[in-house]
């Protein structure tokens, strides 16, 4: 079992950035491919970006590439999320995710096993 703490989220003006963190628990990051999600007003959840266990290989939704960067620190069972540029509509409630298997990377929800409560994040015009 994995317990999932996300961070960092917060209210921020257009353009601005902010740092997302998600502490693990109960085992070891390193056997976890790791992914962001995030679900904004009125919407359905959405994949924002996820990171293979060795970090290796990265994969971004359109929508956020060249802004966003994920990354993590299997030492420290944490994983990140870089917002840079932000706009309005990257308003949403942030969610990490683990997913068991290591080396494959999904952009499908059902296909992560552990899920954090959310962080809000609000980007003002």
């Known amino acids: 079992q994995v317990q999932l703490v996300e961070s960092g989220g917060g209210l921020v003006q257009a353009g601005g950035s902010l740092r997302l963190s998600c502490a693990a628990s109960g085992r070891t990051l390193s056997s976890y491919t790791m992914g962001w999600f995030r679900q904004g007003p009125g919407k359905e959840r959405e994949f924002v970006a996820a990171?293979?266990?060795?970090?290796?290989?990265?994969v971004y939704a359109d929508s956020v590439k060249g802004r966003f960067t994920i990354s993590r620190d299997n030492a420290k069972n944490t994983l990140f999320l870089e917002m840079n540029s932000l706009k309005p509509e990257d308003t949403a409630i942030y969610y990490c995710?683990?997913?068991?298997?290591?080396?494959?990377?999904?952009?499908?929800?059902?296909?992560?096993?552990?899920w954090g409560q959310g962080t809000q994040v609000t980007v003002s015009s």
């Open positions: 995710a683990a997913a068991r298997n290591p080396y494959v990377i999904s952009k499908d929800a059902p296909r992560y096993d552990y």
């Open positions: 990171i293979t266990a060795s970090s290796r290989t990265t």
